[in-house]
């Protein structure tokens, strides 16, 4: 199995468990490498932390649930691993410029960071 195959079942796993805790030894048990040298390995191709990846791929599934069911606020910050819905408000307002709250009030166009996957 080639590394971009490796990299892609990393990428699957992280995306199946957006709403658990994501440990970095299991993701890069499927990359088949050590958790350091995964997290050198992502943020050298990415440009991007594993963390700030994950983080923002979080906050867009946030927007999307946000904006297509009723959930509560902090049922939603809950889902996607946020402790406090404090800390969910503003990282949410961090990237995507409004609250959550905003978001039920006005259609508005959100920022959204799309999968990443690995190609030739």
């Known amino acids: 199995m080639d590394w971009l195959a490796r990299m892609n079942r990393a990428m699957d796993y992280i995306e199946m468990n957006l709403t658990e805790e994501i440990e970095v030894d299991k993701v890069a048990q499927k990359a088949c490498c050590s958790s350091h040298q ?6 050298y191709i990415t440009n ?4 700030e990846y994950i983080r923002r791929r979080r906050l867009t599934l946030a927007a999307i649930d946000l904006q297509n069911n ?4 902090i049922d ?3 889902k996607y691993g946020y402790e406090s819905p404090v800390i969910f408000v503003r990282a949410f307002q961090l990237m995507h410029g409004v609250t959550p709250a905003k978001v039920r ?3 508005i166009e959100l920022k959204a960071y799309p ?3 690995f190609h030739n």
């Open 38 to 43: 995964f997290l050198r390995m992502f943020s």
């Open 48 to 51: 991007v932390t594993l963390t």
């Open 70 to 73: 009723k959930a509560k606020v």
């Open 76 to 78: 939603i910050a809950f």
């Open 105 to 107: 009030q006005e259609v």
């Open 115 to 117: 999968r990443l996957s």
